[in-house]
């Protein structure tokens, strides 16, 4: 069984346009995550919700725009792409607001060109 | 805030051999500490982690070991196999911050 699932897993799109990535986990925890892994490998957090509620909102540009429906996914929507956009997105989740282990999703490989 | 690195970027170890990753963090307030597989492909995994009141924490063939002291932690993994090659990342938090800091991560060759 899937702890932490997204899709896509791979994303190639063109500058300019809007896509979206989802997240679902099954592990009934209550907050979730999207980090930014770039080609160096670094990983960055995005966002943080607890609840449906946003917690962390890092220096993200305003075309990132996260929404959570529910405790059990958290959707990242990306408007106007660019080309320093290409990355892969992980999302996770955790009981409470920590400090505790976070679960990761496989990632979105996502290419602008 | 916080920073962390990581000592070395590579490490090529023999298979059976003993391998030793570093991490350094700057937030003396930081209380929780995890390392992280990533292979190819996938997603970062939990190997361990340890809390600020404890030194040394040990899991199957991993061990964990924190100095508060100078802000340091070390991965130790025991007779290392070709399955462990990898990147392995440090991160740390601060209790209430609900923000994990990685470090940048040391890629880990396993020499058959």
């Known amino acids: 069984d899937t702890a932490v699932s997204q899709t896509p897993k791979y994303l190639v799109t063109q500058m300019g346009n809007d896509k979206s990535i989802k997240c679902e986990q099954n592990l009934g925890h209550d907050t979730m995550y999207w980090y930014k892994q770039d080609s160096k490998k670094f990983l960055k957090i995005m966002f943080s919700?607890?609840?449906?509620?946003?917690?962390i909102n890092e220096t993200v540009p305003n075309r990132f725009s996260p929404k959570s429906p529910d405790k059990a996914h958290l959707n990242l929507h990306i408007n106007s792409l660019e080309l320093g956009d290409s990355a892969v997105y992980f999302c996770?989740?955790?009981f409470g607001t920590g400090p505790y282990e976070q679960y990761f999703g496989p990632g979105t490989r996502l290419t602008v060109t | 805030g916080e920073s962390v690195g990581l000592h070395l970027p590579t490490l090529s170890v023999q298979e059976g051999d003993n391998s030793i990753i570093n991490c350094a963090y700057s937030n003396s307030a930081s209380d929780y500490f995890i390392w992280y597989k990533q292979e190819s492909g996938k997603g970062p995994q939990f190997i361990i982690d340890i809390r600020s009141n404890m030194d040394k924490r040990q899991g199957q063939r991993v061990t964990v070991l924190l100095n508060k002291t100078v802000k340091h932690l070390s991965l130790q993994i025991a007779a290392t196999q070709p399955g462990d090659s990898a990147v392995y990342f440090c991160a740390v938090e601060q209790t209430g911050a609900n923000n994990l800091f990685f470090g940048t991560g040391t890629r880990l060759t396993v020499i058959p």
């Open positions: 996770a989740s955790r």
């Open positions: 919700y607890n609840n449906k509620e946003l917690i």
